[in-house]
Structure formats: structure tokens, C-alpha cells
């Protein structure tokens, strides 16, 4: 088993900034890949970024694809999204997850990772 906290989430204002933080604990040793999704009420969950964590190839949504970061801490186990020039089509819950077995690229499907987070709100004003 893998627990996995997430922390970070806020209110800010569109084209700020807010950094989420992940911290894995339990099993890590068989974490492949951890991602970041996100769900707006009434919508679908969403991938948003991904890595791979033994070899730190990153994946992102189009939506997202030059304002958002995704890196590793293999120290702390940890997993960061530095989320910039944020819009107020960001607001969502944002997830952390993580997967236990391989694969051949970065999953985007969230029936792809086996723990989730609890989630964090992340909430961009106009």
C-alpha cells in the first residue's frame, strides 16, 4: 500500500502561482509513475501532469502544457506541480496519484493508477 498527502492548494488570483506538494509513504519502492489530476464539479477527473519516477520522463495535458511542472524529490519522495499563469478554468480539486506496476509511457487514464490522494482545491479568481 501507498499513501500519498497531498498540500499547496489555495485561493489566487488568475496569472499567479501556487506549487502542490505530494508526499508518498508505504510500498514507494514500487511506484513506476505519480500524477496529478483534477476535477471541476461537474465534470470528469482530468490528467494533468505526469512522471515517470525511476527515470523523471514527464507527460502533460495540452491545457497545461507550458504553464505547469511536474518534478520528483526521489529523497523525499515527493512529487511537485508548480503551477503558473493560473486561470480560473484551473479551479478544480487537484489529486495526486500513483501507480504500482509498468507500463509502457505515462498513464493519462486515472483506472491506470492504483492510490489517490485526498485532493487539494485550488480555486483561481478572475
Known amino acids: 500500500q501507498v499513501q500519498l498527502q497531498e498540500a499547496g492548494g489555495g485561493l489566487v488570483q488568475s496569472g499567479g502561482s501556487l506549487r502542490l506538494s505530494c508526499a508518498a509513504s508505504?510500498?514507494?519502492?514500487?511506484?513506476?509513475?505519480m500524477g496529478w489530476f483534477r476535477q471541476a464539479p461537474g465534470k470528469e477527473r482530468e490528467f494533468v501532469a505526469g512522471i515517470s519516477w525511476r527515470i523523471g520522463s514527464t507527460r502533460y495535458a495540452d491545457s497545461v502544457k507550458g504553464r505547469f511542472t511536474i518534478s520528483r524529490d526521489n529523497a523525499e519522495i515527493t512529487v511537485y506541480l508548480q503551477m503558473d499563469s493560473l486561470k480560473p478554468e484551473d479551479t478544480a480539486v487537484y489529486y495526486c496519484?500513483?501507480?504500482?506496476?509498468?507500463?509502457?509511457?505515462?498513464?493519462?487514464?486515472?483506472?491506470?493508477?492504483?492510490?489517490w490522494g485526498q485532493g487539494t482545491q485550488v480555486t483561481v479568481s478572475s
Open positions: 496519484a500513483a501507480r504500482g506496476n509498468p507500463m509502457l509511457a505515462i498513464p493519462t487514464t486515472p483506472t491506470n493508477y492504483d492510490y
Open positions: 508505504g510500498r514507494t519502492s514500487s511506484n513506476y509513475f
